[in-house]
């Protein structure tokens, strides 16, 4: 009987102390990364907004993009039609990625020369999608 | 041990609960709710402009997003030419097309549309809202968004989603 | 006039499924050949119905709606026929086919379960009247005019992708039927006997959901040209998290077959599991979250799905408070015996399902709590949180087989203690050796080494002592081994490099170079683009790579082909970026040793389905 007390008490006691430091592993996991999503506007709005991982959003403005031609750097134009940001991008850019479509880019902003640093660039075919964050940018807009 | 089932039945009631609280998040948004419509302009596929004002001389009107490229529009084509029949307002967004393959199009099936505007680079469907075509929009005295249908419109479409409203 | 013959079967057999759980609900035939008969009727049914629905694909009957925009007359005729689970409607129909199958398999198996294939037509029910209803893919296209065709997205064009989904609703639809068990005795109060068909069910399921998901990583590893194997994108775990929880089931109710212990547990997990797979579906189909692989549809639909799911969730643990008991709520289990190990086993698995979960749903809880606003859960999340938990699992996934049941110290003390010296020993020389050293790739190479081990020292016990050996469980184990070493391997020691070449530029890559040969323009029946010519060369071999941009024009869809040279020590990736100029493109080169042993290594777990025997622990 004791020992079956026991060995409940170990187990319980096991067990919360178990899930305790999951739930806060995961917690501070998640801090860590999760991306906020904004459109330009909200950038350029008068709101600083300070976080070092965050999502923009929005259309690739037309005659905007100027690829380098012995390098991978990349500069364009992110706009919701109403203002735009200067994207800096260095690597591969995806099939999808072209003037008047949708597009999402996930880096920092640099308030000091207002560039957009990008790190990871989603374009999607937007004839049957629009990412449902820009499509939502534009219905709160409008 | 009665704390287990009163858990468990919170935890699927919240779990549940917030699911169906953003589904109908959502569903506000496909069917705009009397949503003011974005004003926009833009060139017609013959070359005049056009504003969203003057879609205030009717007092309801389809706006119906299509492209030559597009087979559910081609699907839908000989409804939208019954509906224009009956003596319904259509104006037209040409998206993201070409304007002779439009011309050619419209000659060889019909043209239900009473102004098509071109819009070569989607950027009224951008304003809309639009993620695809075909797509068509119910809007009423010229301002207000009432039903935006993604995919085709059919009869059954129509007496399901539009006539109740136009009805009304 | 075929369209019209096979929704009229389906609603017969969503009339039929309702008639069979209230005749087995209200009036318990004595006839126990009722159920079968009822069973194969409903099966019948809804294979004619996916016949017709066949038919109307083959002959191109475009006035069917779904048909006319999910097919195409210059499909070739495979993917013709596979093009009728392309899209949403098609593919909820394919899936109640196999959901009715399993249902009959397990009523010819089983006739004496009283209620069990009334729960089962429960689920079954539910998804026909929301097809007939809400989804139906025979729907008209009215007025009926002749078009075309609309084209399947090219990028499902392709051979895996066409089996991946049968065999995912294979493993959804497989976790129906030990709910069904589950329900049946608590209802009738049965012996813990009645419960005992829930293992093998779960490894069927398992089994099947493995081969899915592995399918969908493969397809998505050559196709979407990014080299990526698992992305975390919400479709991929609202399969993984069903997965989790039955492995979770399995492990539980072998412990309930064999102990007589966690019955409640066991219970519990039928429904979870079902409600994981349920959840999934409507995660995907209800357009709540956005993903390449879900399918757009409008939110009435979503809620219907979400209100099933719901229902049955609610059903299950309705009955579960209301009639099950304590038996077998026994704690009192030493920390060496096995049954503290399968306690181990689900409590971890459990948790790390509810991780998974939680990043999924993340976003939409966020939303809905800061009023609007977005975001993202990143890959880095489920990474971080994920692998410690699956590292400890594993390391139980060694030593549990060596413990027995009712065990107070520690068997196996010698073996087991030896094989951990071991493992770590090797582990650290060779990841000194081959790899450069660190930490998750000794602790991943030392785990991978000691479930070898104890493998092969069960394997060579039961040898020795003539005991029965359950292979099963040898394969599903081997197997996870595997893929594990394929991805310690893989992800720690993968090369990548993006660079920019003209014409006849090189770029060393390790100890290896990169040579742009030659670039071309290519034009097929239904796509043009662009094909580069790299060599690689390595030491004195040379190999070419010819990795693609296309733009295929029916759809308006671009895509990217990845240049591939497989082999199964080490794949070479080359994916195509941006055209910097007429003869200089940007691409993107991988390297990624044992990238295969991940597929290899679920191939050999779902074997584990066909390689059961008996299973004795004594």
């Known amino acids: ?142 | 041990m009665k704390i287990y089932p009163l858990l468990t039945i919170l935890f699927v009631i919240s779990l549940f609960g917030l699911l169906f609280f953003q589904l109908f998040l959502n569903s506000g948004i496909e069917e705009f709710d009397q949503k003011k419509l974005a004003p926009f302009e833009s060139n017609l596929l013959n070359g005049d402009s056009f504003t969203s004002k003057e879609l205030k001389n009717n007092s309801l009107s389809l706006l119906n997003v299509w492209a030559t490229w597009c087979v559910g529009c081609r699907l839908e084509h000989s409804y939208l030419m019954e509906l224009e029949k009956k003596g319904i307002t259509i104006i037209g967004i040409n998206y993201k097309d070409d304007k002779e393959k439009a011309f050619k199009w419209l000659d060889q099936f019909g043209d239900p549309y009473s102004e098509n505007l071109f819009d070569e680079k989607g950027e009224v469907g951008f304003l809309l809202g639009v993620s695809g075509a075909p797509e068509t929009f119910l809007i009423k005295n010229g301002d207000s968004v009432v039903m935006h249908h993604m995919g085709v419109l059919d009869e059954q479409v129509w007496n399901n989603k539009f006539a109740p409203l136009i009805d009304k | 006039m075929i369209p019209e013959l096979g929704n009229f079967l389906l609603i017969f057999s969503m009339i039929n499924s309702l008639l069979l759980i209230s005749i087995a609900l209200v009036f318990p035939p004595k006839d126990k050949r009722f159920f079968l008969s009822a069973s194969l009727v409903t099966f019948l049914a809804i294979f004619l119905s996916f016949i017709a629905l066949e038919i109307s694909f083959l002959t191109d009957d475009f006035s069917v709606l779904y048909v006319a925009t999910n097919s195409n007359p210059n499909l070739p005729i495979y993917y013709k026929f596979a093009a009728l689970w392309g899209g949403h409607e098609g593919s909820l129909l394919l899936f109640l086919l196999i959901l009715a199958g399993w249902i009959l398999v397990f009523v010819f198996f089983h006739r004496d379960h009283k209620h069990s294939s009334a729960f089962m037509n429960i689920v079954l029910f539910a998804l026909l009247a929301f097809t007939v209803f809400l989804s139906n893919p025979f729907e008209r296209l009215l007025p009926i005019s002749s078009i075309s065709g609309s084209d399947l997205n090219p990028l499902l064009q392709d051979f895996a992708f066409t089996i991946h989904p049968p065999m995912l609703y294979m493993g959804y639809a497989g976790l129906v039927i030990p709910f069904g068990i589950a329900m049946n005795f608590l209802l009738n109060q049965e012996k813990v006997k009645q419960l005992a068909p829930i293992r093998s069910w779960s490894v069927v399921s398992w089994s099947f959901l493995t081969l899915g998901i592995s399918l969908g990583s493969w397809w998505a590893y050559y196709e979407l040209g990014w080299g990526g194997w698992w992305f975390w994108d919400p479709v991929e775990n609202s399969a993984l998290v069903p997965w989790l929880l039955c492995t979770a089931l399995i492990h539980s109710s072998i412990a309930t077959n064999a102990r007589q212990i966690f019955i409640n547990w066991t219970i519990a997990l039928t429904i979870l599991s079902l409600a994981g797979s349920l959840l999934g579906m409507f995660l995907v189909r209800s357009g709540i979250i956005t993903s390449v692989h879900s399918f757009a549809l409008d939110p009435d639909r979503g809620i219907f799905l979400l209100l099933i799911c719901f229902v049955i969730v609610i059903l299950g643990f309705s009955l579960f408070f209301l009639k099950s008991d304590s038996r077998g709520l026994k704690t009192d289990m030493g920390i060496y015996s096995k049954e503290f190990m399968f306690f181990i086993n689900n409590a971890f698995l459990v948790t790390l399902s509810a991780i998974v979960l939680l990043g999924t749903i993340y976003p939409i809880i966020y939303e809905i709590f800061s009023g609007g606003d977005q975001i993202t859960v990143g890959a880095p999340y489920f990474n971080m949180v994920t692998v410690p938990f699956a590292l400890i699992l594993l390391f139980f996934q060694a030593i549990g087989p060596l413990t027995k049941w009712g065990g107070n110290k520690i068997d196996n003390l010698n073996s087991i203690g030896m094989i951990i010296l071991s493992s770590t020993a090797l582990s650290y020389l060779v990841s000194n050796i081959f790899f450069s050293f660190s930490l998750y790739e000794f602790v991943g190479n030392a785990i991978v080494l000691m479930l070898v081990q104890s493998l092969t020292l069960l394997v060579f016990k039961s040898f020795n002592s003539k005991r029965k050996i359950n292979l099963s469980m040898i394969a599903g184990h081997l197997g996870l081994a595997i893929l594990t070493f394929g991805i310690t391997i893989s992800s720690l020691n993968s090369v990548e490099k993006e660079f920019v070449l003209q014409k006849n530029e090189s770029v060393s890559v390790g100890s290896s170079t990169i040579t742009l040969e030659n670039t071309q323009i290519v034009q097929e029946d239904n796509y043009y683009g662009d094909r580069v010519t790299f060599s690689f060369q390595e030491e004195d071999r040379v190999l070419k790579l010819y990795p693609e941009r296309r733009f295929y024009p029916a759809s308006r869809m671009e895509t990217t082909e990845a240049g591939i040279y497989p082999s199964i020590y080490k794949d070479v990736y080359i994916s195509l970026g941006q055209k910097i100029g007429e003869n200089a493109w940007a691409a993107k080169v991988q390297i990624k040793p044992l990238v295969r042993f991940i597929w290899l290594g679920a191939i050999i777990m779902f074997l584990a389905l066909f390689v059961r025997t008996n299973i004795k622990f004594k």
């Open chain 1, 1 to 142: 009987m004791r020992t079956k007390r026991r060995n409940r008490v170990i187990f319980v006691s096991s067990l919360i102390a178990s899930l305790s430091v999951a739930f806060t592993f995961i917690v501070l996991a998640m801090n860590e990364n999760v991306d906020f999503y904004y459109t330009p506007s909200d950038l350029t709005g008068s709101k600083i907004i300070n976080k070092d991982s965050l999502r923009i959003g929005g259309l690739v403005q037309e005659d905007s993009i100027k690829i380098s031609n012995n390098s991978l750097e990349t500069n364009f134009l992110v706009t919701d039609l109403e203002n735009s940001i200067e994207v800096y991008y260095e690597g591969i850019l995806p099939n999808l990625f072209k003037e008047n479509s949708g597009v999402i880019a996930r880096g920092f902003y640099d308030y000091s020369n207002g560039i957009f640093y990008a790190k990871e660039i989603l374009a999607k075919h937007d004839e049957n999608y629009i990412p449902k964050e820009v499509k939502k940018a534009l219905v709160n807009d409008s």
